[in-house]
């Protein structure tokens, strides 16, 4: 049975870093097109960032919230998923998923949507809380 496992959410203050990772069992991620996403109380999901299968297949996306500031990359000999958030900010503050989109390879324009019902699987979340 496929497990995504998301850790390495925590407090931290305005102007810190943390660094989310996602390990999956049963699955390689290195497969198929992988994204993070976040979901704070009373606010819709948001894309935050999708990577390609493979390497070589182009940067990964982000959403325009989070650009320039958070950095997505993946290590496929310890088949784990990585979010490097810096300059991080209260409003970051949410609940944080991986996700792997089952029928893609490349990250579709779509992304930020999440995979179709069906054709993707998630992880249990981690929690990122920002003070100011």
């Known amino acids: 049975q496929v497990q995504l496992v998301e850790s390495g959410g925590g407090l931290v203050q305005a102007g810190g870093s943390l660094r989310l990772s996602c390990t999956a069992s049963q699955l390689r991620f290195s497969t198929y097109a992988t994204s993070w996403f976040r979901q704070a109380p009373g606010k819709e999901r948001e894309g935050v960032s999708c990577?390609?299968?493979?390497?070589?297949?182009?940067?990964?996306s982000y959403g325009d919230s989070v650009k320039g500031r958070f950095t997505s990359s993946r290590d496929d000999a310890k088949n784990t998923l990585f979010l490097q958030m810096n300059n991080l900010q209260p409003e970051d503050t949410a609940m944080y998923y991986c996700a792997v989109f089952t029928s893609e390879r490349i990250c579709p324009g779509s992304w930020s949507q999440g995979p179709l019902k069906g054709f993707g699987f998630w992880g249990q979340g981690t929690q990122v809380t920002v003070s100011s």
């Open positions: 990577i390609n299968f493979g390497v070589g297949n182009g940067m990964p």
